[in-house]
């Protein structure tokens, strides 16, 4: 997804603030309920739709409207950021990626969650979803949806490798039949926040973790790249780029070019999220992709990297965190119980995509009939883990796509060194990205 910049300080960053920054009530005055603002990442008008309902349910006891969001996730946080540390009481409600989440939540910027809402939205939760949502062992913002990345294959293509797809398969595995059957491989390898999402998960996926300590202090982080794992992960990468399997554009390839080439002629495998099903299903019904490619498309699980070892998928979603200057915080929890409600995101997951975090909405006959791998994307999101949890989440995000980018040059036996020589040269205040 993105990269990340620390929020600015002082009267620079103020002034800037003042500029920018939109200006929205957060009261309704003698006229009518108080006003609850939701600020929103970029969506097709489902975020809207729930306030719209949200406010309805509550019958005259406050109104939700929302602003959006810039659609960089960088910009996002650096908005976001930048106006909590003013101490700006209209932001009552946040749509938040995860991964900004430990930032805001370390220095307070996040109304604390009442235990009997934390009960709730918590309840019937994927597990990558909550941990997501946690900091420091506390629940301190409430699942809303989340994603995930699965395996995505031409039925055809495996059939012809004889490789068994009824049960999980190792990266090894695609990549040999991919090779074999002369195809490419669809994967992420630009220098931008997918390619932390893809070294994060083969990481995670191997038994390790890009961060041993995540709560620890700047100067105090270990990384734990410089293992079994980290070289693990930076051999799968290295095979792929001096093997070609990902194709002569992969240095600058995003989830969607990732598309792209697995709908092409020479697509065999690829990971991505559940937005491929709706993007070819909708490139079908225009006419410019054939039925006969639909068809042919298969999915399954994450692939392993140590065979009979439990993949660790790729965890992303939207939090819903309240402002902690909000004058209504607890008005704005009682429509965080509205907004995440089962209902709601099951409604969300057929209108815009979205996989919920709620297990029980995945049963929802609407989604089962709209998203065949509803299960698979469910059990996905059990296994999912998400990437470091730590305040310096830009430092090693940064970090890694400078050290391991472009994928031909990993190597197994440096790139896990340099990436945490750097890294923590910077966390430490001695190097600059």
Not at 415 to 422: C, Q, S
Request: aromatic content about 6%; charged content about 20%; some cysteine.
């Amino acid at each position: 997804m993105r990269r990340r910049t620390r929020p600015g300080r002082g009267t620079a960053a103020l002034a800037a603030l003042a500029l920018t920054a939109p200006l929205v009530a957060c009261s309704g005055g003698d006229d009518g309920p108080p006003v609850l603002t939701w600020y929103t990442n970029p969506d097709a008008g489902g975020q809207a739709a729930i306030a719209a309902r949200c406010t309805e349910a509550a019958d005259g006891s406050y109104r939700i409207v929302t602003s959006g969001l810039p659609s960089e996730a960088s910009a996002q946080r650096e908005q976001l950021a930048r106006r909590l540390a003013a101490n700006d009481s209209s932001i009552d409600l946040m749509s938040l990626d995860p991964p900004f989440i430990p930032e805001l939540a370390e220095p307070g910027f996040l109304a604390p969650v009442p235990e009997d809402v934390a009960a709730e939205v918590s309840t019937d939760v994927v597990e990558g979803a909550l941990a997501g949502a946690t900091w420091k062992d506390e629940l301190v913002t409430a699942p809303f949806w989340a994603n995930t990345q699965l395996l995505w294959y031409r039925k055809s293509v495996a059939e012809a490798a004889g490789l068994d797809m009824s049960g999980p398969v190792t990266w090894d595995q695609i990549m040999e039949a991919t090779a074999s059957q002369d195809k490419l491989l669809g994967v992420q390898g630009a220098k931008a926040e997918s390619l932390t999402v893809w070294v994060n998960a083969l990481v995670a996926s191997a038994g390790g973790s890009v961060v041993e300590n995540p709560e620890a202090p700047r100067d105090e982080i270990a990384m734990g790249l410089e293992s079994d794992a980290g070289r693990e992960a930076a051999r799968i990468l290295e095979t792929i780029g001096a093997e070609g399997l990902g194709g002569p554009g992969l240095p600058t390839r995003d989830e969607n070019a990732s598309l792209s080439l697995f709908q092409g002629d020479d697509g065999g495998f690829m990971v991505n999220w559940p937005f491929v099903w709706a993007a070819t299903q909708s490139a079908v019904e225009e006419g410019t992709l054939d039925q006969e490619l639909l068809d042919d498309i298969g999915w399954a699980m994450y692939p392993q990297v140590v065979e009979g070892q439990e993949a660790a998928p790729p965890y992303g979603g939207i939090n819903i965190g309240v402002g902690a200057f909000s004058e209504h915080t607890d008005l704005a929890y009682d429509a965080v119980r509205c907004i995440v409600s089962p209902e709601n995101q099951a409604e969300y997951f057929v209108t815009d995509g979205n996989p919920p975090a709620s297990v029980v909405a995945f049963d929802d006959p609407a989604v089962q009939e709209a998203f065949p791998m509803a299960d698979v994307i469910r059990d996905s999101l059990q296994l999912a883990v998400p990437r470091p949890q730590t305040p310096y989440y830009n430092e090693v995000s940064a970090g890694l796509q400078e050290t391991w980018h472009p994928v031909g040059s990993v190597d197994p036996d440096t790139t896990p060194a340099a990436a945490t020589e750097l890294i923590v040269a910077v966390l430490r205040g001695e190097k600059l990205l």
